[in-house]
């Protein structure tokens, strides 16, 4: 529309419709400040979402589809609990604790409900504690101001919120299919504030970690390390699942997993996309990295899958691309394309060989019971790409995010002639970080395992976890005829009629599993064998399985 146009359909009112139409576009200091940048704030707020949906729905997807048929529901509701808990959290107290003023070398001050104000949301974000000044490699002295963004403190709050609520889901990975709900309920809070909150201002929000020269580009320590140790340690704590359940645990629905799968690929684009906080070429070279890196090590992991099992398996090229994705994590914008190919293979390989090899050799790993095995594909993987970091990173990419000028990797020093010692620090610093982040999650996940047994059982009852999700919700993810029940049938809405049936005698003879359902009206002695369901499917309730589980 012309202006002309515009005069002639409003006339006097024109004003009218510039406040309607264009306001977003005025230069005004309350909607367009001179610090905004609109391509890192649409960026910026396009990369947080993608990575929102990494946890809603697509971690809830996967959770929900990759485990046995009788814990869909509870997985996937306990991905979708922690990303409800954890946001509230984060703005009332979490975020100034990871991203706020320093109260200690590795934590930042509790200011509670200052998020919740307006005035400061909406102003210029700064990390008020990255300010750096020392020593480079070389000796030299520097010093940088702290962190500045061209968007607004709302946009990386809800940028960070999105991290820190993906991490609690990993750990949850860890423990499916047999944890309290109300006992999770009550972890999520915790571990938030007195773990994740740790990691977070140590190695990004101007901690020590950040101030001494570790890599972690966007999150191979904070989030899958910490994960990974913290989700093991929770695992130790609750206890295994049943021992039914831990040997044969096939997922529900492959092609859902594959579903949830692929919205975890692809929001990792905003995952690593995100983290150079601005739409510049750092951020492109993130993301191509990414996709190479997870391609590479799907392929990997599939081939030794074909080479040792004779067939590739979905679940194992899952893994395989979550290793992948995992390990370029840390490097993803400080490495080149060739770096994050060879990384890609390692993250296929060695994760296999310890998930495959080493996991059945080990008396510890045997024993604690990591249902998706979060140890192998976040934790190892995690570190991997860690001292991978340390390795390739690039002099000149390496300026633009590290906050020590003038480090590298470990190979660059024969190519560029600085010699040996900056690389060889750079590693070590690399593997100070990770033991950090391994004994802080082992002590707090401990002891706030320890702390939430005082109230709440860890692990659901042997009844409950006999029945599955029917006994910790009350729901059940496929209506099959009361599949799994063990509860009164007045309890779940069974209709009037069922009952009747029962109380009239033609299911005095029934098992007591079966007491209160519509099969039961069959008679003892009697197996239902719905084949209409298709071929090589069917599900049977006979008296020999009177929970009617059949998997």
Known sequence: MSGDDVIALYGENVTNYANEYLLGYLNTAKVTPPWLNKGDQAWQLTAATLVGMQ???GLVILYGSIVKKKWAVNSAFMALYAFAAVLICWVLWGYEMAFGHKLLPFWGKVKLNVLLNHHHLLEQSRLPSTAVHGR???????????????????TMVYFQFCFAALTLILIAGSVLGRMNIH???????????????????????????????????????????????????????VGPRLKKDRERFPPNNVLLMLAGAGILWMGWAGFNGGDPYSANTDASLAVINTHICAAASLLVWTSLD????????????????????????????????????????????????????????????????????VFHTHAVAGTLGGLLAGAFAHPELANLFVSVQN?????????????????????????????????????????ICLFIQLFIPLRMSEEQLQIGDD????????????????FEASKHGWYDEDLAQ?????????????????????????????????????SRVSNSNPAGNQY
Request: charged letters at 10%; proline letters at 5%.
């Open 55 to 57: 946890s809603v729905p």
């Open 183 to 237: 006992a999770w309920m009550l972890f999520v809070p915790l571990w938030l504030t007195f773990s994740y909150t740790v990691g977070a201002f140590s190695l990004w929000g101007g901690g020590f970690l950040f101030q001494w020269g570790v890599i972690d580009y966007s999150g191979g320590y904070v989030i899958h390390l910490s994960s990974g140790v913290a989700g093991f340690t929770a695992a130790y704590w």
């Open 502 to 538: 029962v109380e009239n005698g033609y299911a005095k003879n029934t098992p007591r599993g079966l007491s209160s359902g519509p099969c039961a009206a069959l008679g003892p002695g009697v197996e239902l064998t719905m084949t209409n369901l298709g071929p090589n499917v069917s």
């Open 136 to 154: 480079d490699a070389s000796g030299a002295h520097y010093e940088t101001g702290m962190l500045e963004q061209f968007f607004p403190m709302a």
């Open 407 to 447: 480090e590298h990797g470990l190979i660059y020093p024969w190519k560029e002639g600085h010699g040996i010692k900056p690389g060889a620090i750079q590693m070590g610093k690399q593997m100070v970080g990770a033991t950090f982040i391994i004994v802080w999650n082992i002590i707090a996940t401990t002891l």
């Open 306 to 373: 074909v080479i040792f099992f004779g067939k590739p398996s979905v679940i194992g090229a899952v893994q395989g691309m979550i290793t992948g994705l995992v390990c370029i994590t840390p490097a993803a914008g400080v490495v080149m394309s060739w770096a994050a190919l060879v990384m890609g293979m390692l993250s296929g390989s060695i994760p296999w060989y310890t998930m495959m090899v080493v996991h059945k050799r080990s008396g510890l790993l045997l024993k604690v019971d990591d249902t998706m095995g």
């Open 471 to 486: 006994a910790a919700h009350g729901e059940e993810a496929y209506a099959l005829w009361g599949d799994g029940e063990k």
